[in-house]
């Protein structure tokens, strides 16, 4: 038994009881690369896959947090346990972010509401690798709905999609969205559009692109509903939510809902390997100063990509 078994042991312990503050650490352990963290979600997986993730994603000043925070609102007046996962964006230079949420949602219609801030930690697609634990922590934990709120980049915002049991994108006349510039990213990922601050000038028409948009998806193709929201005075929250558990129910029925979640895994599978194999590769120094005594020798950089590819694995990569 190690030193921090102890630990180990007395969070699991609390885990189990349902105390917030070892969900809390568990999903730490996870933020700051706990040796042990591993074993928490070995320990937390087979009581994964109750929760229904809703990601929320758009641009800035779209009205993200304010729609998050009247949806989960309206989640806990049913009596439904809620969590939200929001994910801010990360300073490139010291790593730490606002985590702003916190304090968005500092009301008291959600005070029972557990919510998490953490950082994409340079995710360009809005979710950082430690993010898909803490989901599986909190769904572990028990919560019925886990909101997942990303950073709003535009469109490299879009693994959210692989996230996430229901994608939401949410979209306002006011930021300028125009329908050409978000159809190569979040236009494909979106199973329920959301037009918020559906009071302002320019609401009918964005609705109506979008619309138009999707009738040219090809047939067959899933066409997601286009609802209107006033989310800072509650508006349309009921309707969103009805929608929600709408594709819910049709997921299920469908199928769609276990090939999402098997592609969701397979997407973490990928991201875990790539991550490990870069730590581990810059982390060996002879590697490293063979990289960069080649470049310093004036070598093509996909040259030294593709002999490293070919010392790793025993095979040449693409030159």
């Known amino acids: 038994m190690t030193a921090e078994r102890p630990d180990?042991?007395?969070?699991?312990?609390?885990?189990?009881?349902?105390?917030i503050g070892a969900l809390a650490r568990a999903i730490s352990w996870f933020e700051n690369g706990h040796a042990q963290a591993g074993e928490v979600h070995a320990h937390a997986w087979?009581?994964?896959?109750?929760?229904?993730?809703?990601?929320?994603?758009?641009?800035?000043?779209?009205?993200?947090?304010?729609?998050?925070n009247a949806l989960t609102g309206h989640w806990q007046q049913l009596g439904r346990r809620t969590a939200l996962l929001a994910v801010d964006p990360s300073s490139p230079l010291s790593g730490?972010?606002?985590?702003?949420?916190?304090?968005?949602m500092d009301r008291e219609e959600v005070e029972k509401v557990f919510v998490r801030s953490m950082a994409s930690r340079g995710s360009l697609g809005g979710l950082s690798i430690a993010a898909g634990?803490?989901?599986?922590?909190?769904?572990?934990f028990g919560f019925e709905e886990l909101v997942l709120e990303t950073v709003g980049v535009g469109q490299a915002e879009v693994d959210i999609a692989s996230a996430?049991?229901?994608?939401?994108?949410?979209?306002?006349?006011?930021?300028?969205?125009?329908?050409?510039?978000?159809?190569?990213?979040?236009?494909?990922?979106?199973?329920?559009?959301?037009?918020?601050?559906?009071?302002?000038?320019?609401?009918?028409?964005?609705?109506?692109?979008?619309?138009?948009?999707?009738?040219?998806?090809?047939?067959?193709?899933?066409?997601?509903?286009?609802?209107?929201?006033?989310?800072l005075r509650g508006e349309g929250i009921a309707e969103l939510a009805?929608?929600?558990?709408?594709?819910?129910?049709?997921?299920?029925?469908?199928?769609?809902?276990?090939?999402r979640r098997k592609e969701r895994a397979l997407a973490r599978v990928k991201r875990l390997v790539v991550e490990g194999l870069?730590?581990?590769?810059?982390?060996?120094?002879?590697?490293?100063?063979?990289?960069?005594?080649?470049?310093?020798?004036?070598?093509r950089p996909d040259a030294v990509a593709a002999e490293l590819v070919r010392q790793l694995f025993g095979r040449r990569g693409g030159a």
Do not use: C, Y
């Not at 979040?186 to 302002?200: C, G, I, Q, S, Y």
């Not at 870069?278 to 070598?299: F, I, N, S, Y």
């Open 278 to 299: 870069r730590t581990q590769l810059w982390a060996d120094e002879p590697t490293r100063a063979r990289a960069e005594a080649a470049l310093l020798g004036g070598a």
């Open 46 to 68: 087979p009581r994964i896959g109750k929760a229904w993730r809703t990601g929320v994603t758009g641009p800035p000043g779209a009205g993200k947090s304010t729609l998050v």
């Open 242 to 259: 009805a929608a929600i558990e709408q594709h819910r129910a049709a997921s299920l029925a469908d199928g769609s809902l276990a090939r």
């Open 164 to 231: 996430a049991d229901t994608t939401i994108v949410v979209l306002t006349p006011a930021s300028g969205d125009g329908v050409q510039a978000m159809k190569a990213g979040l236009m494909e990922v979106a199973d329920l559009f959301v037009v918020n601050k559906a009071d302002t000038a320019g609401a009918p028409l964005l609705q109506n692109e979008l619309e138009g948009m999707l009738e040219l998806r090809a047939a067959g193709a899933a066409q997601p509903r286009v609802l209107t929201t006033i989310a």
């Open 8 to 19: 180990l042991d007395a969070l699991m312990e609390g885990f189990d009881a349902g105390r």
């Open 133 to 140: 634990a803490a989901a599986d922590l909190i769904d572990a």
């Open 96 to 104: 730490g972010a606002l985590l702003g949420d916190r304090v968005r």
